[in-house]
Every structure is written in C-alpha cells, then in structure tokens.
C-alpha cells in the first residue's frame, strides 16, 4: 500500500469473501476467518433507506438520516459450495449430493471485497448481509458458448452498535490494510465516531420516558430535549 497517496480512480472487482458472523444476546458480533469466494464478476450495493425532512418553526428543522444499510447483487461464475452450505443453509448428503430444504436457516455473514485503484486498492467490508438464493438458469450451446453467471441478491444492515460497513482508504493503517482478508476488521465505534456520552439517556414527554439511542450525527432536536 503506498501510504498517503490518493486514488484517482477505481475500477475492476477482486478478492470477494464471505465471513460467517455470530451475534450473542448482547449484540455483540464476532466473525470466523474470512473465506475467499472465486469468480467474482460484477457487485453492485445500493443504499436503502431515504432522509426524511422533520418540520419546526415553519422550516426543515432537521433532516433525518434514515441508514436502512444496503442492498446488493453479487454476480459470480459460480457461487461456491461453500457460500452455499454456510450461508445458504444448503446440506450436503453423504453421497455428496447438495440438498435445499425449505426450512433452511439463512445465516448472517460479513461481505469483503475489493476495487482496484491507480495507487492503491480500496477494500470494503459490510458487517451483517442476508443473501437470498440464486435462480437457476442456463440455455442451449450455439457456435461460440457463453459462460452463464449466477447471482446472488443480498441485503446489508447495522449491526446492534450501528456498524454498517467500513473501506479502506489513503489513511488506513498499512497493518490494517494488510490483514484485510485474515480477520474482519472491526473498528471502535467510539472513537471513529467521536463518541456520544448521553446515548441511551431517559427524556421525560408528557411525564413518560422516552429512550433515545443517538448516533453520530446528533439531531439538532435531540440536543434541544437533552441540553446537550
């Protein structure tokens, strides 16, 4: 990684990994190691979710950031056996043959892949995706045969600490950078925000409380109710 010079540009898809992630009754997240996923063809993430004007005093008062995470498609040359029994939920018979049930639990997992730049690759890591089963396609060969890709749609939200993703860039620490694809890098959510100390604080309205779990971006009325 050369440290501290810009990109200018991005382009290309590489280095697609899934990483099966666990939440305990607490919320807390923890990964397996990530596991490469061959044949990466194109990956397109779209936000989900759009701000919502709050009105005051005869005027947009706030806008609110309403981060419903993403949604995407990931398009493959084959999804791989191994997405499809860890995530999936498919099952491998002892004849080894995959069988799909309709009671198969889809599992969350961690995404990570990466972009290729003209200085430096920019890795991505979405913390808790859902994916959704693949159709099943194919047609007839002709003069010339056209390999038939598969894709995978899939749903990215927040994890319980507002974690949605995370990417690389000229800042990144070059350990960091480095491990990408070793362990889920999972940053302190504290301090890449800033930190809110009166998260989670009890506000009285019409003498009932009212929990509010702020965010980074503190609404200008929360500040108001709070005298923060």
Known sequence: M?????NKVKFGLNKVHFAMCHIDDDGNATYDT???IPGGVSLSVNPSGEPENFYADN???YVINNNSGYEGDLELALLSLEFRKDVLGELLDQKGVLVEKNDAELKQFALLFEFDGDVNHIRHVLYCCTASR???EGET?????????ETCSFTAAALDNGLVKCRTCEE?????YANWYKA???PNVTEATGG???AGKKIMIDGKPVKFRASAAVPRLYMALTGS
């Open 59 to 61: 005027r947009v008062y």
């Open 2 to 6: 050369a440290a501290g010079k810009k």
């Open 172 to 176: 990144t620490d070059s350990e960091v």
């Open 184 to 186: 889920v890098y999972v």
């Open 134 to 136: 693949t159709a099943v």
């Open 141 to 149: 060969n002709t003069d010339t045969k056209t390999p038939k890709t």
């Open 34 to 36: 990530p596991v490469r």
């Open 196 to 198: 809110i100390s009166n």
